[in-house]
């Protein structure tokens, strides 16, 4: 059974309004993420991993060392699917409903929430990622580098940024704090946040 792309949930050029380019989309989803796919199904060509689900894989591998490669394709392509589900035309703004109130509950505020995932975001040296993810029932915000994530860690993942430097060099130079607040202003698609806590 091959790994397979899934396709962007937004047309190419969907968020030009809201400060991404298509050409973001044609490198980030057309080459680096539909490398990630390639390179794991050639990796686990004719082996066992083939047959399991991605997140099997993705905990399976992060546990071998002798499995590194095919960990880091595994979480990439996991990784920047569910950044796609994250993103939205005319997103950003707050939250409602019970992810609010678990945000204020958790965070003090939505304003504390927004500092403290911007300064996560911000402070992941070189390439990797800011995570807002539910654990064990607390919500909390996390920094993975290269293709880590929280599910190896036992978290739900509930929100992402990519902070690799290929996901914003076009749109926004290397200024990572602009794309941060554009991302969080303009973006985020709070209603996919909140089905991943109900679920």
Not at 5 to 23: C, H, R, S, T, V
Not at 45 to 51: P, S
Not at 82 to 109: E, Q, V
Not at 166 to 177: C, M, Q
């Amino acid at each position: 059974m091959a790994f397979t792309q899934p396709p962007l949930p937004f047309a190419m050029d969907a968020l030009e309004p809201y400060g991404m380019k298509a050409e973001t989309f044609e490198y980030h989803y057309g080459k680096h993420h539909k490398a990630y796919v390639d390179n794991l199904n050639k990796l686990t060509e004719g082996k066992d991993l083939a047959d399991k689900s991605l997140e099997e894989v993705i905990t399976i591998a992060f546990k071998d060392a002798s499995l590194t490669g095919i960990f880091n394709n595994a979480a990439q392509v996991w990784n920047h699917t569910f950044f796609w589900s994250c993103l939205k035309p005319a997103g950003g703004g707050a939250p409602t409903g019970d992810l609010a109130a678990r945000i204020d509950k958790d965070f003090g505020s939505f304003d504390k929430f927004k500092e403290d995932f911007s300064t996560a975001a911000a402070t992941q040296f070189g390439s990797g990622w800011a995570w807002l993810v539910d654990d064990n029932g607390t919500l909390k915000i996390t920094k993975t580098p290269n293709a880590e994530n929280p599910l190896v860690h036992g978290q739900k993942p509930l929100l992402t940024l990519d902070v690799w430097e290929h996901a914003y060099y076009v749109d926004f130079r290397n200024a990572r704090p602009a794309f941060i607040k554009n991302f969080l202003d303009n973006l985020v698609n709070w209603d996919f946040v909140a089905e991943r806590l109900a679920a």
